[in-house]
């Protein structure tokens, strides 16, 4: 049978793309659609699908508070996949309680492995996230919003059979390619041990550090010039000695213009 999911994120763009993916991974049905949080605490009381990708930033209700309306109102949890674009709501923690994520710009292999999982919790329900790691989940996303979490300041750089300590400011921007990460900043071009810049955004910044694509993570301080591209879509001109340019992604079109006010 077919995994019934349901998208919930005020952004079209972002839920097209995630429809999009989730149909070309195939096997599961997509019940409904919605825009924000108390829309969905509706649909999922009436639809109650297996499995629910949330956006955690909505207006009104945002994703955190989507899951305490259930709770409050009884209404049996699906499992839960926060879609984010931002790495200070502790995606670390999703994964410890049981709880998946996808950061935005969504990727297609990460969505399969996001659907693997879905399907293994429910055909072993007794390790589902219960309500208690729900709420403990919820308690430490409060915790994180409120006390932030921890950087050390500094992100080791491989160059040169070198390893050097480099400061988060330094950096302009990181890439992926072929599984392989490389960290530029204005003197030193080198290649970080982090597998994935999920892994790499955890030592950063969240403030600064912005995935805009979704093989470069941008330090918005180094951003020199936005430039206007094809079908409304951008590029950043980077302050690097080579002055990179760098796409923005559909998905994150928005957050853009919010950051610049365009």
Partial sequence: MALTAMIIDDEPLARQELQYLLERAGGVEILAQATNGIEAVDLIRQHQPDVVFLDVQMPGLDGFA????????????????????????????????????????????????????????????????????????????????????????????????????????????????????????????????CRTLEELMDQLDPATFWRAHRSYLVNIQHIREVVPWFKSSYQLRMDDPNKTEIPVSRAQTKRLRELFNL
């Avoid at 492995?113 to 409060?142: F, G, H, V, Y």
């Avoid at 988060?168 to 530029?184: L, M, N, P, R, Y």
């Fill in 66 to 193: 989507v899951l305490k309306k259930l709770l409050d109102r009884r209404i049996p949890l699906p499992q839960v996949v926060f879609a984010t674009a931002f790495n200070q709501y502790a995606v670390r923690a999703f994964e410890v309680n049981a709880v998946d994520y996808l950061l935005k710009p969504f990727d297609q292999k990460r969505v399969l492995q996001t659907i693997e999982k879905a399907e293994a919790r429910l055909t072993a329900p007794a390790e589902s996230a219960s309500d208690a790691k729900l709420d403990a989940l919820l308690r430490l996303m409060e915790e994180q919003s409120h006390g932030g979490k921890s950087h050390s300041g500094k992100v080791v750089v491989r160059t040169q059979n070198r390893l050097l300590l480099t400061d988060q400011k330094d950096i302009c921007f990181a890439s992926i390619e072929e599984g392989t990460i490389t960290v530029v900043t204005p003197k030193v071009e080198g290649n970080s041990n």
